[in-house]
């Protein structure tokens, strides 16, 4: 099997790497020439658009940021449609809104082309050590089917469904719990600035309790050394994952009173600081408070 990745960022550049690693013959594409150096340089097969990779891969991790660039890279004049080998599988890794992973698996049909609804979660760290948690979403013979690329990239697989949205849906539900812990995290940082607590101490004694998680941790870490950008886990991701989590929430009638909140303060710190990573949010409860959490 001949593995393809469109979107080699941050989590596409980690799919890639694994899949190399793992012995698979990857071809890549992404509009970033720095980025296809990169996987070039990692020993992928770079392509000259996504026609390409279609016509030469058997399986496809779209790793793109939004639905639209998703439908654009499967269904454009040059997507993946008509390109791919009939029995192919499109692995749609990219968090987009359910109701546009169930119009392309709608789309689909009938093309002889699967679809793998396989959101992910564990950001950029585990995108590169190929650890990330999948939310897979598809008939168990298409899974089978997928099972050795999927085990390259992920240390975890979950068979959430076998629709085409079903792995989208986890993913809003899962993002509106990591968001909110982003937050409680950021503002407890901020608490601590304003009373005088040390960065460290803080980092000690909530990672070895039970609010200890790799959430608390990576955050905590990031913050009190003061690194806001450049960590691979961009502000824009995370806003974008709870404004779905929200949008879904109301269309089915849910309350998601700490997500909502959680929401506000990735608002606030995207527009603040839009080249930052999630961390960064800290700065806007830093700035009103008057202090700042050092190591």
Same mark, same amino acid.
């Given at each position: 099997?001949?593995?393809?990745?469109?979107?080699?960022?941050?989590?596409?550049?980690?799919?890639?790497?694994?899949?190399?690693?793992?012995?698979?013959? %990857?071809? /890549?594409? &992404?509009?970033?020439?720095?980025?296809?150096?990169?996987?070039?340089?990692?020993?992928?097969?770079?392509?000259?658009?996504?026609?390409?990779?279609?016509?030469?891969?058997?399986?496809?991790?779209?790793?793109?940021?939004?639905? &639209?660039?998703?439908?654009?890279?499967?269904?454009?004049?040059?997507?993946?449609?008509?390109?791919?080998?009939?029995?192919?599988?499109?692995?749609? $890794?990219?968090?987009?809104? *359910?109701?546009?992973?169930?119009?392309?698996?709608?789309?689909?049909?009938? %093309?002889?082309?699967?679809?793998? &609804?396989? *959101?992910?979660?564990?950001?950029? *760290?585990?995108?590169?050590?190929?650890?990330?948690?999948?939310?897979?979403?598809?008939?168990?013979?298409?899974?089978?089917?997928?099972?050795?690329?999927?085990?390259?990239?992920?240390? $975890?697989? @979950?068979?959430? /469904? %076998?629709?085409?949205?079903?792995?989208?849906?986890?993913?809003?539900?899962?993002?509106?719990?990591?968001?909110?812990?982003?937050?409680?995290?950021?503002?407890?940082?901020?608490?601590?600035?304003?009373?005088?607590?040390?960065?460290?101490?803080?980092?000690?004694?909530?990672? $070895?309790?039970?609010?200890?998680?790799?959430?608390?941790?990576?955050?905590?870490?990031?913050?009190?050394?003061?690194?806001?950008?450049?960590?691979?886990? /961009?502000?824009?991701?995370? @806003?974008?994952?709870?404004?779905?989590?929200?949008?879904?929430?109301?269309?089915?009638?849910? *309350?998601?009173?700490?997500?909502?909140?959680?929401?506000?303060?990735?608002?606030?710190?995207?527009?603040?600081?839009?080249?930052?990573?999630?961390?960064?949010?800290?700065?806007?409860?830093?700035?009103?408070? /008057?202090?700042?959490?050092?190591?």
């Amino acid at each position: 099997m001949k593995a393809g990745v469109i979107g080699l960022g941050d989590m596409g550049s980690g799919l890639a790497l694994n899949l190399i690693q793992n012995g698979f013959e %990857t071809f /890549g594409f &992404d509009i970033d020439d720095n980025r296809c150096a990169n996987f070039q340089q990692m020993g992928g097969t770079l392509a000259r658009n996504v026609a390409e990779v279609g016509v030469n891969a058997d399986a496809i991790f779209v790793m793109v940021m939004n639905g &639209d660039q998703a439908k654009s890279v499967i269904f454009g004049d040059d997507g993946l449609v008509g390109k791919m080998a009939k029995g192919g599988i499109i692995l749609l $890794t990219a968090t987009i809104k *359910p109701s546009e992973a169930q119009e392309i698996g709608a789309a689909l049909s009938g %093309t002889g082309i699967a679809l793998i &609804d396989s *959101p992910v979660s564990g950001g950029f *760290p585990g995108a590169q050590a190929g650890t990330l948690t999948m939310m897979a979403a598809a008939p168990e013979t298409v899974m089978a089917q997928a099972k050795a690329v999927m085990d390259a990239v992920s240390g $975890t697989i @979950h068979h959430v /469904g %076998t629709n085409a949205g079903d792995g989208q849906i986890m993913k809003a539900c899962l993002q509106s719990i990591i968001g909110s812990l982003f937050s409680a995290t950021f503002e407890a940082a901020a608490l601590a600035a304003k009373a005088g607590v040390s960065g460290q101490k803080l980092f000690d004694v909530v990672t $070895t309790s039970a609010a200890g998680c790799g959430i608390t941790r990576t955050s905590l870490e990031n913050i009190i050394d003061r690194r806001f950008e450049g960590t691979g886990s /961009g502000i824009g991701t995370m @806003h974008k994952d709870l404004t779905i989590s929200l949008n879904m929430a109301e269309a089915l009638g849910v *309350p998601l009173f700490t997500a909502a909140t959680a929401m506000q303060i990735f608002h606030q710190g995207k527009t603040k600081y839009p080249q930052g990573d999630n961390w960064i949010c800290t700065k806007i409860m830093e700035d009103i408070a /008057g202090a700042e959490l050092h190591r």
